[in-house]
């Protein structure tokens, strides 16, 4: 995958040499270029901003360096097979924003698909509009939300977007069989995690996990995981078809004192 991010501060993103995100840079799996916008700017102050229209407090991204960056990452020439000069399809243009699309698993293992991602961190009040609708004249844009609070820009955001994506990647993960259990994986929180020593400080291993019955580990873990889900995230629950609900998992849910309302029932 490539994946090109421009930011006005591209020391922000210098995490993204560490670890796998390091590793996966470092093997050729992940083609990664970060641009400082500055150098798409022409006068000597490199100025980037300017006050909004119509007023208002703050600053806005002014178009003409976002639109110079975007054409060089993104060009607009095409051969006549539809690809970049180099050989690529568009790019899926992505914009961090508090008022963008919110950022799930779902959308990680859609951009995962992807071949090329292309990143533009506002800061300040955001970038000018037209620069976003310029840009989809061209190219999928998709404006991106981490969450209902405000950052100070969306090179933070990136750093999240791209480390959820990236570890989908095949032959990032050392283990893959994590991504299947992991939360959200399947619609629901992951049951808790152990590892030695079995008794720390008064607090016990749950036997279960130490009875080497895979099976009986198994209901453990759903069971925990469909009590979590519903106790800490019953937007997440709601969301669960019933049917997918076995005798068990009822059995479960009704215990830890949630009923779940008829319907069909797995087998
Ligand atoms: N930029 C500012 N706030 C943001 C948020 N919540 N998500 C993504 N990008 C942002």
């Known amino acids: 995958m490539r994946v090109d991010v421009v930011s006005i501060f591209p020391e922000y993103l210098a995490p993204l040499d560490l670890s796998l995100i390091g590793k996966a840079r470092a093997n050729g799996t992940l083609r ?40 060089a990452l993104a060009p607009p020439e095409l051969t006549p097979d539809g690809l970049t000069p180099d050989g690529l399809a568009r790019p899926r243009l992505l914009v961090p924003s508090p008022a ?4 799930t698993q779902a959308m990680a ?43 100070f820009g969306g090179e933070v955001a990136v750093l999240v977007i791209l480390e959820a994506v990236t570890r989908l990647l095949p032959g990032v993960l050392g283990n893959a069989g994590s991504l299947d259990e992991e939360s959200h994986a399947h619609g629901l929180l992951e049951a808790p995690m152990y590892t030695k020593p079995a008794a720390w400080r008064g607090h016990e291993v749950p036997e279960v996990l130490r009875s080497g019955d895979h099976g009986r580990i198994a209901r453990w873990r759903r ?18 078809d019933p049917a997918s609900l076995d005798k068990r998992d009822r059995a479960a ?4 004192g949630f009923q779940v309302p008829p319907g069909d029932v797995a087998k």
């Open 223 to 240: 069971d925990e995981a469909l009590v979590r889900t519903v106790t800490r995230r019953p937007d997440m629950f709601a969301a669960l």
């Open 32 to 71: 990664l270029a970060v641009h400082d916008l500055r150098s798409w700017t022409h006068d000597v102050h490199r100025t980037v901003d300017d006050t909004p229209y119509g007023g208002g407090p703050g600053m806005v991204m002014r178009p003409e360096p976002w639109g110079d960056a975007l054409d």
């Open 100 to 103: 963008g699309e919110p950022f």
């Open 253 to 256: 849910l009704d215990r830890a």
């Open 109 to 151: 293992h859609e951009l995962a698909t992807e071949s090329h991602l292309l990143f533009a961190c506002g800061r300040y009040e955001g970038i000018d509009q037209r620069v976003l609708d310029h840009a989809a004249t061209r190219m999928r844009v998709t404006e991106v939300s981490l969450g209902d609070y405000v950052l």
